[in-house]
C-alpha cells in the first residue's frame, strides 16, 4: 500500500528557511511526478510545486515561485520543499502528493495525499 508522509513542519518567523521532507513507502518514487499543495485554515487547498519524475521539470505557484523550491532523491524515496524568505501568508498544512503520469505537472495528475505537516510562520 502506498503511504506518503510528510515531516519538517514548525513554527518559524518570517524571513526564515524551513524545508519540509515527504518519504514515499510502498511504492518506487521514480515512477511518479511529485506535488505540494497546502491549505490555510479556513482556505481551499492551493498549489504549490511540482517536480518531474527525473526532477527536470518543475513548476511553482507565483505566490512561492522564487522562494520555494523542490528536490527529490529516488533512491531514498524522499522528495523535499525547501522553503526561503517565509512569510505569514505561508501558514498553512503542507502535503505531498503523487502524479501517476512521471512527466505531467498539473494538478490534475495527483491524486494520492499525504497526511500533511504543520508549518506556522509568525511575523
Known amino acids: 500500500q502506498i503511504q506518503l508522509v510528510e515531516s519538517g513542519g514548525r513554527s518559524v518567523q518570517a524571513g526564515d528557511s524551513l524545508t519540509l521532507s515527504c518519504r514515499l513507502s510502498g511504492g518506487t518514487l521514480s515512477s511518479y511526478a511529485m506535488g505540494w499543495f497546502r491549505q490555510a485554515p479556513g482556505k481551499e487547498r492551493e498549489f504549490v510545486g511540482a517536480l518531474s519524475w527525473s526532477g527536470t521539470m518543475k513548476k511553482f505557484a507565483d505566490s512561492v515561485k522564487g522562494r520555494f523550491t523542490i528536490s527529490r532523491d529516488n533512491d531514498k524515496n524522499t522528495v523535499y520543499l525547501q522553503m526561503n524568505s517565509l512569510k505569514s501568508e505561508d501558514t498553512a498544512v503542507y502535503s505531498c502528493?503523487?502524479?501517476?503520469?512521471?512527466?505531467?505537472?498539473?494538478?490534475?495528475?495527483?491524486?494520492?495525499w499525504g497526511q500533511g505537516t504543520q508549518v506556522n510562520v509568525s511575523s
Open positions: 502528493a503523487l502524479g501517476r503520469h512521471p512527466y505531467e505537472l498539473g494538478v490534475a495528475n495527483f491524486d494520492s
